[in-house]
């Protein structure tokens, strides 16, 4: 499997092409150097964030049926570059996957379009976010055969954001238990360090910037704290939902948790863009608002741990 | 049988010390639970080491602790499987519990299992009395207690009990699985920050009550959790909750049914959690994604364009936001126009927003809830009924109820 070419439809999300714009342009240029397609859905629409679900659940879950409709007339599977897209989504399919009465009706929905989104068959039609199509359909060992520039000495603490971790039974970790420790598993082929540390799978408090501004960077401070009492150089994720929280509110956070903090926060492709060999520049890496100067200069004066 | 070392977080408050580990080296099948390997430990070991039980089967929702960091009871995680949860976390990231900074006690200490044992803490979010128990008064109960757990009818009584027809009970028999064991509670992300927060135990019991039809004060109690900054829009929907509990109350869907409860009654809370929902619903309505400048003003001061004086908390979190928004134009992050000015986002393509707009003319006059924990999966039993030969109660699909016997 792991040979074959990768063609993927593919859905960038909202706030990749908003506010963490780096986002979808490391996403496209590391797709290109590691050979793997995107086929963009870009009349697909936002996944509702569980906001819209919140609201009405039977709009949130026509609305991503339309995306999955969407992606399935490409004839291929898809892939998601955003935790929380992952974790909304895979809420209203595995409600439209349980019962085909209701799948009915939310495709009634759809029909005026000419749209309808269909149950695959066991793992037939999936939609994954790139950390798992990495490592689940790309391999690791194709990845590593592709590491031009080892991100030796560079000591990453994994972020990885509740919705692609809980609910586990959602997620699909009967069939893939170890989908909680992909991050340690790219960290490691890329030849980085990992750093383990308190708040790898906590919240980044993001949901409630808006209604509780305090409790939510609290959540985010505390975590990046940790991350640099445990040594990190940097983190990573693959959510640009936590990016927000953790980089761009970094400074706000540093008032209320009352620390310095001051530490690089990467999206996922740019940590593989950066092992590709790729330019922290080309990477969007300029666009943060934590520097990651640091990473940089690590990375090119080859200092080991 | 199998040797497992498990380690022990433990605290006697009697003798002026902190908390420290304590490995423990027992001896037991690995279909056997983590408290069985506990109780095993005070027999054997140290009678003196302190843990709630009692049915050790997961219905009294006594044995709340951590296993590994996961909130779960003690009785209903097999031994076994903690000790593969935890052989797998050291094998990700090389680094095993038993580095943790606390001196070890204990035999387990000197032998070969004990570089990875099963880590064993009291539940979090609440003060720990001596080893794994916990205070639940202090925080459970009182939380518990702050949403009114009880039915509020009005007018008089009936003459024998209320008579209500069960269909319109099903809602709520969800929220109404919870033991009160507490795990939820022990997991809460959001109070781990927040102290104050009401939390999943609280509101999902706050669900059964606003959703049971013989109760007269919904109202009321919609305003009362809105209403309270600690209240339903405190939850930031780390999904930790729905993980913890070990009877699939899921205590966040419950809050979100709250908070759509609410929605609908139209209450304003001082969080603006309703006005950022519905902000985010009519945006996506009309532009497909997300215009996150609109989202931010929305959130705040809806409809501010049109209004003179907005809050004076629109004005704070706007102003709050004015240094953020200037670090991003100078990274280049926010240097679009339609980044800066709510409302200059761009629609879906050719028509798409058509389609999207269409999909909400729809859905706004259904609105249906469809609920996995009543409806189950089609043609298939739940995991838990399979093994205890219990037929559904709500017989959603025919096959099921046939399959079910």
Redo the contacts between chains.
């Keep these: 499997m792991a040979s074959e070419n990768i063609k993927v439809a593919y859905w960038p999300g909202?706030?990749s092409?908003?506010?963490?714009?780096?986002l979808h342009g490391s996403m496209a240029l590391v797709a290109e150097r590691l050979g793997i397609e995107l086929v963009e859905l870009?009349?697909a629409?936002?996944c509702?964030?569980?906001?819209?679900?919140?609201?009405?659940?039977?709009?949130a879950?026509?609305?991503n049926a339309?995306t999955f409709a969407l992606a399935q007339q490409t004839g291929l599977s898809m892939m998601n570059i955003c935790s929380t897209c992952q974790?909304a989504q895979s809420e209203c399919q595995?409600?439209l996957d349980?019962?085909?009465a209701?799948r009915a009706?939310v495709n009634?929905?759809?029909s005026?379009?000419g749209l309808s989104y269909e149950k695959g068959e066991e793992g037939g039609w999936t939609n994954k976010n790139f950390l798992w199509l990495l490592v689940e359909d790309y391999g690791l060992d194709r990845l590593a055969a592709q590491v031009k520039r080892p991100l030796s000495g560079l000591r990453v603490g994994p972020f990885y954001g509740?919705?692609i971790?809980?609910?586990?039974e959602r997620l699909g970790y009967n069939h893939f238990?170890?989908r909680d420790?992909y991050l340690?598993?790219v960290i490691e082929t890329l030849g980085g360090q990992?750093v383990?540390y308190d708040g790898a799978r906590?919240?980044c408090?993001?949901?409630?910037i808006?209604?509780?501004?305090?409790?939510?960077l609290?959540?985010a401070g505390?975590h990046v704290g940790d991350a640099i009492d445990a040594g990190a150089d940097c983190l990573v994720t693959p959510c640009p939902l936590c990016h927000l929280n953790l980089d761009?509110?970094q400074?706000?956070a540093a008032k209320v948790v009352n620390r310095d903090l001051g530490l690089a926060v990467l999206h996922l492709p740019q940590l593989v863009g950066l092992a590709l060999g790729a330019d922290p520049k080309e990477l969007g890496m300029?666009?943060?608002?934590a520097s990651t100067r640091w990473v940089e200069e690590r990375l090119t004066s080859g200092v080991a741990a | 049988m199998a040797e497992y070392t498990i380690k022990v977080r433990r605290f006697q408050p009697e003798s002026g010390e902190g908390p420290y580990w304590e490995q423990f080296n027992v001896d037991l099948d690995p279909s056997l639970s983590v408290l069985d390997g506990l109780l095993q430990a005070k027999d054997k070991e140290d009678g003196s080491l302190a843990v709630r039980c009692s049915c050790r089967a997961a219905i009294c929702g006594s044995c709340g602790m951590k296993v590994n960091g996961q909130s779960t009871l003690g009785c209903k995680t097999q031994i076994g499987e903690a000790q593969e949860q935890a052989d797998?976390?050291k094998a990700?990231?090389?680094?095993s519990a038993a580095e943790a900074d606390s001196p070890i006690r204990g035999e387990g200490s000197d032998l070969g299992s004990a570089d990875n044992p099963i880590v064993i803490e009291p539940m979090g979010n609440m003060p720990v009395i001596k080893d794994l128990i916990t205070d639940m008064e202090s925080t459970h109960w009182t939380k518990i207690r702050r949403v009114t757990p009880w039915l509020l009818p009005h007018g008089e009584p009936p003459e024998r009990e209320y008579v209500v027809d069960p269909e319109s009970m099903i809602d709520i028999t969800q929220s109404m699985a919870c033991i009160q064991c507490g795990a939820c509670v022990s997991s809460c992300?959001?109070m781990?920050?927040?102290p104050g927060?009401i939390g999943p135990a609280a509101l999902a019991k706050a669900y059964r009550f606003v959703g049971d039809p013989r109760d007269a004060e919904t109202e009321e109690r919609l305003h009362d959790l809105a209403e309270d900054?600690h209240g339903i829009?405190?939850?930031?929907?780390?999904?930790?909750c729905?993980?913890a509990c070990p009877k699939g109350v899921?205590p966040m869907d419950q809050i979100?049914r709250l908070?759509?409860r609410a929605?609908e009654e139209g209450i304003e809370d001082p969080?603006?959690?309703h006005d950022?929902?519905?902000a985010?619903?009519k945006i996506?309505e009309k532009k497909?994604?997300?215009d996150?400048s609109l989202l931010?003003q929305e959130?705040?001061a809806p409809g501010v364009k049109g209004k003179l004086k907005p809050s004076k908390r629109a004005i704070k979190?706007m102003l709050?936001s004015i240094?953020?928004a200037i670090?991003?134009i100078k990274?280049?992050?926010?240097r679009s126009l339609p980044?800066l000015i709510p409302g200059v986002h761009h629609k879906?393509?050719?028509g798409?927003q058509d389609?999207?707009q269409?999909?909400?003319r729809?859905?706004?006059t259904?609105?249906?809830?469809?609920n996995?924990y009543i409806?189950?999966?089609?043609g298939e039993l739940a995991e838990d009924d399979v093994e205890k030969g219990i037929e559904r109660s709500t017989e959603?699909?025919g096959q099921e109820a046939s399959n079910g016997q």
Excluded: W
């Design positions: 909202c706030v092409r908003g506010f963490t714009p780096e870009d009349r629409n936002c509702g964030a569980g906001v819209i679900a919140e609201h009405n659940q039977e709009l879950d026509t609305l339309r974790g595995q409600r349980a019962d085909s209701y009706h009634e929905a759809l005026g379009q509740c919705y971790v809980r609910p586990k238990p170890d420790i340690e598993k990992i383990e906590k919240c408090g993001f949901p409630v808006t209604m509780n501004r305090e409790t939510s609290r959540q505390t761009m509110q400074p706000e300029g666009k943060h608002i | 797998k976390m990700a990231t090389g680094v992300l959001s781990e920050a927040d927060f900054p829009y405190d939850c930031t929907h780390c999904f930790s729905i993980d899921a979100m908070r759509r929605g969080n603006s959690g950022h929902e519905m985010f619903v996506i497909g994604t997300l996150e931010l959130s705040f979190e709050g240094p953020t670090r991003g990274t280049g992050k926010m980044k879906l393509p050719g798409a389609d999207v269409a999909i909400y729809h859905a706004e259904h609105n249906e809830e469809f996995l409806k189950g999966e089609e959603p699909a």
